[in-house]
């Protein structure tokens, strides 16, 4: 049996399709775009990359970019006062500070600096308290970007057994809450968690977010489960002299035994933009009382 392989790339461009049309009606009606301010400190390869498909994403669904390149040795205080200032502008409905931030920096202090009401990457503490107590807010987009995949997929998930493997605030803590809120028995297993295998195989939904290349095996699945890999992990060069990109998940055992699963490249990483996007929409509307369809 081979698993339906779930595609993100597909799905990440209907849904970015739907906001630019929304983007369009919000337009017409208060007659700006929404905006989204990118924040890069130094000039990391990788960063550098998803800052710009960031910011062509942006431009794409009709709304404003505003970049901010600032050099590896900005001083806190400097990107403190960027943060106020974005906050105080009526043009920028969305913040995000590309991590991660040069060591120097305090990230935590510069992220709780983010008006919460601005902050599109759903990191600030008063957010994660909305998710987790069921008040609207905003949701970190990976994991957000994840349970549309799986409803996609699924449908009503509700009583279904999720294993989400890995604990980080920024995916594996708010993919559990929302899965929860989805009414699934939920399990977050992580480094210490006792006989890793058994416990995923128990799982309808797994969701693999630990950053360690090719992991989860497919003896490890029940037959017919849905796997999402938010695994971006970057392979040396191998014969062909080329890196490649692999998720947390070992593709090629898993989707002999997985109902479905998602790929890697082309699976989360594409929902996560689309999602920044969607939160950005979100935010300008509330800011104007705009109404957004239920489901965007
Ligand atoms: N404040 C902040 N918010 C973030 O959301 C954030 C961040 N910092 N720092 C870095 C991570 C990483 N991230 C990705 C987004 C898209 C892809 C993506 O589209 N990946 C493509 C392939 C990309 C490639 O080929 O390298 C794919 O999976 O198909 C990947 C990774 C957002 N992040």
């Not at 699924?154 to 980080?168: K, M």
């Amino acid at each position: 049996m081979t698993a339906r392989v779930i595609d993100g790339k597909a799905t990440a461009a209907a849904l970015r399709e739907r906001i630019a049309g929304e983007v369009v009606r919000f337009r017409d009606a208060h007659g700006r775009a929404p905006g989204l301010a990118v924040v890069l400190v130094g000039d990391d390869p990788a960063s550098t990359v998803y800052v710009r498909s960031k910011g062509k994403a942006t431009l794409e669904a009709g709304m404003e970019s505003f970049e901010h390149k600032l050099p590896a040795d900005t001083g806190e205080k400097e990107l403190l006062e960027l943060v106020d200032r974005l906050n105080d502008d009526p043009a920028v409905d969305g913040i995000l500070i590309q991590l991660p931030l040069p060591r120097h920096i305090d990230a935590d202090k510069v992220l709780t600096r983010i008006d919460p009401d601005k902050d599109v990457d759903g990191f600030h503490p008063l957010n994660a308290g909305r998710l987790a107590v069921g008040l609207d807010g905003f949701v970190a987009c990976t994991p957000l970007g994840c349970l549309k995949l799986l409803r996609a997929e699924r449908g009503d998930l509700s009583g279904l057994n999720a294993v989400v493997i890995g604990r980080s605030n920024i995916v594996g803590k708010p993919m559990a809450q929302l899965l929860l809120a989805e009414s699934c028995t939920v399990t977050i297993a992580h480094s210490r968690t006792h006989d890793l295998p058994a416990v995923v195989r128990g799982a309808d939904i797994v969701v693999a977010a630990v950053g360690r290349p090719e992991m989860v095996k497919g003896d490890w699945l029940k037959p017919d489960a849905t796997v999402i890999d938010v695994g971006i992990n970057r392979i040396e060069a191998e014969e062909d002299g080329k890196g490649r990109l692999v998720g947390d998940v070992d593709f090629a055992s898993a989707s002999v035994v997985a109902g479905a699963i998602s790929p890697v490249p082309g699976g989360v990483g594409p929902m996560t933009i689309a999602c920044l996007i969607r939160n950005t929409l979100v935010s300008a509307a509330r800011r104007h009382g705009f109404s957004l369809p239920e489901d965007l």
